[in-house]
């Protein structure tokens, strides 16, 4: 194909804006596997499990924004329902939690997709908003409504969080305690709870995410298997834990990808995270932003 400075332009803002997309569907794997090394690989299967809530309250003519910030509060209950099993039965019995959990979180997937698939069937099922399907004109650029609604919740996502870790001693005690829980007893805090409100604060992320999935496209139960590389690829790129460096690497993912499509077509855009994560292992494991 023939070079071009304008498709490149094209793809560079299609990638940025898709790239916020990863970053706000991959904040909650950076709490949970980020700061809790907690192998949540169940993260996508509850992003789509946001999307299918977020439609069935579209039925009632909520948007899906709204519906998203109602999902937030039930979703951090089960978040902490979910931690609560995880700790008892998994990490509070010995070392090998980890291998023993990453079982049971993809067993947890499998549910949730066999759930859905029960209830809903394997047809795909799109929320509909009067931003879905139009689009910001800007000269010869389209630049669709529902990428900036994507571009605008990661921003509000990010920036809430880092605020949150930064500035409050619950969020400082989030960043410490997969760090040192030692440390963390002897300031004063339960470990356990600290672990469990963080979690409870990624499933509820991921409830929003899930409305910005469905806004973004058509969501199907077996949705959450292309999103597995795409959100680990984000939060080891960014370097675990790193809720600003989550958007950078969402960008960078975002981006790559988008040119990666422009050269050479569909086929190679869904390799791109996969060489990204293994390219970011060999150099510098412990990510762009990573301690």
Known sequence: MIFSFDLLFEAVLFGVLLGSFYAAVSLGLSVSFGLLDIPHVAHPALLVLGSYCTYLLGLYGIDPIVAGILLMPPFFLLGILIYRFYYEVFEKRGSDAGVRGLAFFFGFAFIIEVSLILVFGVDQRSAEASYIGSSWEIGDYRIPYRLLVAFVVAIILTSSLTLYFSKTFTGRAIK???QD???LRLMGANPVKIKQLAFGIA???S??????LII?????PALDRIYIGRTFCVVVLAGLGSMSGTLAAGLILGVTESIVLMLFGTSWAPAVSFGLLLLMLGIR??????R
Not at 207 to 212: D, T
Not at 216 to 220: D, N, Q, Y
Not at 285 to 290: A, E, K, R, S, Y
């Open 181 to 183: 829980e030692g440390a």
């Open 285 to 290: 494991p412990q990510g762009l932003f990573g």
């Open 207 to 212: 409830a929003l995410a899930g409305a910005v």
């Open 216 to 220: 973004v496209g058509p969501v199907e």
């Open 203 to 205: 499933t509820a992320v």
């Open 176 to 178: 410490a305690v997969g």
